[in-house]
């Protein structure tokens, strides 16, 4: 089992930026399918943006396109979220998850339903005011 720890979350105002990052261990894989979910309360946990470490395709939501980059430092084992032009609509707790690569990243990336669990992290919260 991954282990995923979260960091970088933080209060900003409206048209800020913030970049989350998240220190993995543990590793079984050479790649994984890394993804930012993120779940804002009384709502359901929705993924943002994703990577394969192995090919570095990239997958956003449409929320996100454009104002998030996610990237990969695979000789760190750290995966980033840099997050810009925020919005009071980006508030919610920001969770890391890694999902085994035997399973299709370009299907599951943001999908919260996978055929095998992901490994989470803590979360860190964001909160952006208007």
């Known amino acids: 089992q991954v282990q995923l720890v979260e960091s970088g979350g933080g209060s900003v105002q409206a048209g800020g930026s913030l970049r989350l990052s998240c220190a993995a261990s543990g590793y079984t894989y050479s790649s994984y399918c890394m993804s930012w979910f993120r779940q804002a309360p009384g709502k359901e946990r929705e993924g943002v943006a994703a990577i394969h470490t192995g090919d570095f395709r990239t997958y956003y939501s449409d929320s996100v396109k454009g104002r998030f980059t996610i990237s990969t430092d695979n000789a760190e084992h750290t995966v980033y979220l840099q997050m810009n032009s925020l919005k009071p609509g980006d508030t919610a707790m920001y969770y890391c998850?890694?999902?085994?690569?035997?399973?299709?990243?370009?299907?599951?990336?943001?999908?919260?339903?996978?055929?095998?669990?992901?490994?989470w992290g803590q979360g860190t919260q964001v909160t952006v005011s208007s």
């Open positions: 998850a890694a999902l085994d690569p035997q399973i299709d990243c370009s299907w599951y990336a943001l999908r919260l339903s996978t055929p095998s669990p992901r490994s």
